[in-house]
């Protein structure tokens, strides 16, 4: 007894195929791209950042979003140079800071003892035991 699952005959499945055929009669993006220069609209954006040209030349189409933009960055920049800290800024630092420095350890770490919880150190003994079964097994096997 031959039961067929697909109603085709093991051609392919109709969903598959549709898609498969949608996507070959549907035109490429490469077709309809507009090769861009880049290079000339950074050009003329660097020549309006360096001050070289005027706002004219890069505000067509894309140059127009950079423009606005650094033109936001320069009126920010020149409100935050007008700020100016308080008087006593330099006072109220120095005064939180504390008046005397912490104390460096004098022991080296070498030379303190060691604390381990048990569990560590039943977690390194595995390890180390692991480790050595492991090049054991390599040495044996050369």
């Known amino acids: 007894m031959l039961n067929e699952p697909n109603a ?14 949608a996507r070959r ?9 507009v090769p861009l220069d ?6 003329a954006l660097h020549a ?3 001050g070289e040209s005027s ?6 189409g894309e140059g127009a979003e950079y423009v606005d933009l650094w033109n936001r960055i320069n009126v920010e920049t020149e409100r935050r140079r007008q700020v100016s800290a308080p008087v006593d800024l330099t006072e109220r630092i ?16 070498w030379d303190r ?3 381990l919880k048990p569990l560590t150190a039943l977690a390194a003994a595995a390890g180390l ?14």
């Open 8 to 21: 085709q005959g093991g051609e392919g499945s109709p969903g598959r195929d549709q898609a498969r055929n």
């Open 25 to 33: 009669s549907a035109p490429s993006l490469t077709d309809r791209e």
């Open 38 to 43: 880049p290079t000339r609209k950074l050009a």
């Open 48 to 50: 309006w950042l360096d």
């Open 55 to 60: 706002t004219t030349m890069v505000a067509d």
């Open 94 to 109: 120095m005064a939180a800071l504390p008046t005397t420095a912490p104390q460096a350890i004098a022991e080296s770490w």
């Open 113 to 115: 003892p060691l604390a």
């Open 129 to 142: 035991v692991a480790l050595g079964a492991a090049i054991g097994s390599s040495a044996r096997d050369r």
